[in-house]
């Protein structure tokens, strides 16, 4: 059963930093995909950076040159995300995304806040 963990998240004030990562296990495939997306309370979940198998990123604008998505040596194992800058309309839960094929698969998330 693939399962996902994730850790970093935290509470930081304006301007600082965070690392979250997320771990992966019982998967016996390599990942196509990986990805942080987060959720604001009573809203949908949105992306924030996604990586590729073949190591291509992609960011939500209002992270761009703030966040950066990266994979552990075994690229199917890990991803992080770290973050810089941080802004209060980045607090949110943040969770680990995997898609293997068709299939995917969610972390339950870390809290992060920003405060001012």
């Known amino acids: 059963q693939v399962q996902l963990v994730e850790s970093g998240g935290g509470s930081v004030q304006v301007g600082g930093s965070l690392r979250l990562s997320c771990e992966v296990s019982?998967?016996?495939?390599?990942?196509?995909?990986m990805g942080w997306y987060r959720q604001f309370p009573g809203e949908q979940r949105e992306m924030v950076a996604t990586?590729?198998?073949?190591?291509?990123?992609?960011y939500a604008d209002s992270v761009k040159d703030r966040f950066t998505i990266s994979t552990g040596d075994n690229a199917g194992n890990t991803v992080s995300l770290e973050m810089t800058n941080l802004k209060p309309e980045d607090t949110a839960v943040y969770l680990c995304y995997l898609r293997i094929g068709v299939s995917e698969y969610w972390g339950q998330g870390t809290q992060v806040t920003v405060s001012s």
């Open positions: 990586i590729s198998i073949s190591g291509n990123t992609r």
């Open positions: 019982g998967s016996r495939y390599t990942a196509h995909q």
